[in-house]
C-alpha cells in the first residue's frame, strides 16, 4: 500500500508553465512505473505521462514535447513539468502506481490545473 500526494497545479494563463509533483509515502523503485493522469469535467481519466523504474518515458500524443515527467527517487518523488499549458489541458491531475502490470485502485485527492486567461 502506498499513499500518494499530488501538489502543484494551480491557476495559469495559456502559454504558461506549471510543475506538478507527487510525493509518495514509501520507495518509489518498489514500482514498476509511476505515472500521471488528468481528468478533465465530463471526460474520463486518462493516462498522459508515465516513467517506468529505469527511467523511460511515455506520454499520450496530445502532450508530446510540452510535458516532461521526471523522478527523484531519493525523495520518492515524480514531477510533471507542464509548458505552453493549453485551456484544454485543463483538469484534476492525479498520480498513480504501476504494480504487477496493474494500476493502483485507489487515488489521490489529486491537483487541480486551470488553463485560462
Known amino acids: 500500500q502506498v499513499q500518494l500526494v499530488e501538489s502543484g497545479g494551480g491557476l495559469v494563463q495559456p502559454g504558461g508553465s506549471l510543475r506538478l509533483s507527487c510525493a509518495a509515502s514509501?520507495?518509489?523503485?518498489?514500482?514498476?512505473?509511476v505515472g500521471w493522469y488528468r481528468q478533465a469535467p465530463g471526460k474520463e481519466r486518462e493516462l498522459v505521462a508515465s516513467i517506468t523504474r529505469g527511467g523511460i518515458t511515455g506520454y499520450v500524443d496530445s502532450v508530446k514535447g510540452r510535458f516532461t515527467i521526471s523522478r527523484d527517487n531519493a525523495k520518492n518523488t515524480v514531477y510533471l513539468q507542464m509548458n505552453s499549458l493549453k485551456s484544454e489541458d485543463t483538469a484534476v491531475y492525479y498520480c498513480?502506481?504501476?504494480?504487477?502490470?496493474?494500476?493502483?485502485?485507489?487515488w489521490g485527492r489529486g491537483t487541480q490545473v486551470t488553463v485560462s486567461s
Open positions: 498513480n502506481v504501476l504494480t504487477g502490470g496493474r494500476w493502483m485502485d485507489s
Open positions: 514509501r520507495s518509489i523503485v518498489d514500482f514498476n512505473a
